[in-house]
């Protein structure tokens, strides 16, 4: 891959993440094309191994070298777009790492990266350039120069533009690829007014993927559409055995804004140990634990769950105080052993009231929790960022 066939991959890319600015709905029975320089959701399908969306073009037909748009995330780390020559022998992959543009290339057995710049995951719309500078590719963002990679290849071989470029958005197009840095390829943000190079045929929706909308306007938490749940194995967060200890979980938000099983905690038997429900009608925060139930009201307050070993202990705010017990089990040893702790439902329950709002904060354990590092998450789930709320 020459220097400007580089520049070709890095500025199509972003070009890509431009032109896929359409909206529409994804079926898995035919072939969705996406086009236009609209607004568009990079969120995929949650466990696809597949980019979000794609685009092939010849190199001899890419004529301009600069492409720009505007990006807005919350999410501290995922890919943008990806791109690749030579059937993905040469590749690019420009992304977030803990907030920061992160830019990686391979060619033949050299891998390079860089990162650096300001963070752009403050929730704002940041203007995004990439453009060609002779052997150098400047990353631009609002306005300055944040990220500059030169490359030089001495093989004029390797300089020819003959040839296919794949583009691809929200994901990696080879699932052989093996970065310099892994990275966590979810990415919950969204792209708007691109202008990318020369390529104006539409692109192509991934199988089965869906084009969820873009927040007018957006806050930290995860949102939940009411649709599924996250799952996690709560032994990935070990509980402290000594007398006074247990397995501790905080959730903040405006529990009067929730509606639905905000968690559940669920073993080898069919049905939850413990359900935390929120009904706005009521205004009632519904606590089940075993065959003991209780009831908070609901409030600008943050919910703190404690369980030891025969009790749960459920805080909303300084006034209110639940405590329910059940001694049927060690409920920390079975918390070590590995439950199934969800938010947003009761896994495997056809009647699981799915929760509809935003949870500003999740901790357990008082590690936050990354809804991209669930063992399931539904696909419209936005871990990082909610509908904004006055």
């Given at each position: ?16 993440c ?15 094309l ?8 990079l ?62 290339i ?7 990266s ?11 719309w940041h ?35 003959t ?12 699932s ?25 045929a ?10 969820h909308p ?29 007398e ?21 905690l ?50 909303l ?26 938010f947003?439902?009761?896994?495997d329950?056809?009647?699981s ?18 809804l ?8 419209s ?10």
């Amino acid at each position: 891959m020459g220097s400007r066939e580089v520049m070709l991959v890095l500025l199509c890319m972003s070009s890509s993440c431009l032109g896929q600015a359409a909206q529409g709905r994804g079926s898995g029975a035919e072939t969705q094309l996406i086009s236009g320089n609209g607004l568009i959701n990079l969120g995929k399908r949650w466990g696809s191994k597949s980019p979000l969306m794609h685009i092939s073009a010849n190199l001899t037909e890419i004529t301009s070298i600069k492409s720009l748009f505007e990006f807005r995330t919350l999410d501290p780390e995922g890919v943008v777009f990806y791109g690749d020559t030579k059937g993905g022998a040469d590749w690019f992959v420009l992304g977030l790492r803990g907030g920061v543009p992160e830019m990686q290339i391979g060619k033949a057995n050299t891998l390079t990266s860089v990162l650096g710049g300001p963070k752009l995951n403050d929730g704002k719309w940041h203007k995004v350039e990439l453009r060609s500078e002779g052997i150098f590719v400047v990353l631009e963002v609002d306005g300055t120069a944040a990220l500059v990679l030169g490359l030089h290849i001495k093989n004029p071989d390797d300089c020819y533009l003959t040839g296919q470029m794949r583009l691809s958005l929200g994901g990696i197009l080879s699932s052989k690829l093996e970065l310099m840095n892994p990275l966590q390829t979810e990415m919950d943000g969204c792209v708007r007014a691109g202008n990318w190079l020369n390529i104006s045929a539409p692109w192509q929706l991934g199988p089965n993927e869906v084009l969820h909308p873009c927040f007018d306007e957006i806050q930290k938490g995860s949102y939940f559409p009411g649709t599924g749940l996250a799952l996690f194995n709560s032994s990935d967060f070990p509980a402290n055995q000594m007398e006074d200890g247990g397995a501790e979980v905080k959730i903040q938000g405006h529990s009067l804004s929730w509606n639905g099983t905000v968690l559940s905690l669920k073993g080898s038997q069919d049905e939850a140990v413990l359900t935390i429900t929120a009904n706005p009608q009521t205004e009632e925060l519904i606590v089940k634990f075993g065959t003991q139930k209780g009831s908070l009201k609901l409030g600008p307050h943050t919910l703190d769950l404690t369980l030891s070993s025969h009790e749960v202990q459920v805080e909303l705010g300084q006034e209110q105080r639940l405590n329910l017990m059940d001694d049927s089990h060690d409920w920390v040893t079975m918390w070590n052993n590995g439950m199934q702790l969800a938010f947003g439902g009761v896994p495997d329950d056809s009647d699981s009231q799915w929760l509809e709002g935003c949870l500003s904060l999740i901790q357990v354990q008082g590690q936050d929790v990354d809804l991209d590092r669930a063992l399931h998450r539904h696909s419209s789930i936005s871990s990082h960022s909610c509908p904004f709320s006055p």
